[in-house]
């Protein structure tokens, strides 16, 4: 009678990402032939990770029922994801202020974002009030960049000159 054979999955500081799979049962005859495969990517939590390597100290991923129990250890590394990236635009597509980045390219998938913006922006003495948000503002990083738009209109109110002559109107 041999031993059982099992695999478990997990991130490179050791955290189980999904339970223990078990491949053979214990009692299973010694000798018998076994085979797994480490899954391509794996979400725990709302987060994604990729098939690494399998570790120094694990059974090999196809072998033979041995008389001890024996584990295939499946390492994964968080899954990169792009940027997230808020931009303030006028109705022109011109950028009013820089663009806010909430995530760098590089942050794992599936990591929540929230854009709040603003309703105004006055800057190099203009006025401009939000008039629409393209984008969503609330979600999770993604394998592609994520742009939330801010369009903003300018309201500046432009003062009539000072022509320096007074008239009476009666």
């Known amino acids: 009678e041999g031993g059982?054979?099992?695999?478990k999955f997990i991130d490179q500081t050791g955290k189980e990402l999904k339970g223990t799979v078990e491949i053979l049962k214990a009692k299973t005859q010694v000798g018998t032939p076994y085979f797994s495969k480490?899954?391509?990517?794996?979400?725990?939590?709302?987060?994604?990770?990729?098939?690494?390597k399998?570790?120094?100290?694990s059974a090999p991923e196809t072998g033979k029922v041995k008389a001890e129990n024996q584990t295939i250890t499946y390492i994964y590394t968080?899954?990169?994801g792009g940027s997230v990236v808020e931009r303030f635009i006028d109705q022109n597509g011109n950028s009013i202020?820089?663009?806010n980045i909430l995530h760098k390219a590089g942050t794992q998938v599936g990591t929540p974002f929230e854009s709040n913006g603003v309703n105004r922006?006055?800057?190099?003495?203009?006025?401009?009030?939000?008039r629409k948000v393209e984008g969503k503002?609330?979600?999770n990083v993604e394998e592609g960049e994520i742009f939330i738009n801010y369009i903003f209109e300018d309201v500046t109110k432009?003062?009539?000159?000072?022509?320096?002559?007074?008239?009476n109107i009666s």
């Open 158 to 167: 432009i003062s009539a000159p000072n022509t320096g002559v007074v008239r």
């Open 121 to 130: 922006i006055e800057i190099n003495g203009r006025i401009y009030e939000l």
């Open 4 to 7: 059982k054979v099992e695999a």
């Open 38 to 52: 480490a899954p391509k990517e794996i979400t725990k939590d709302g987060l994604s990770y990729v098939f690494e």
């Open 97 to 99: 202020q820089p663009n």
């Open 137 to 139: 503002q609330k979600g």
């Open 54 to 57: 399998i570790a120094k100290d």
């Open 78 to 80: 968080p899954k990169k």
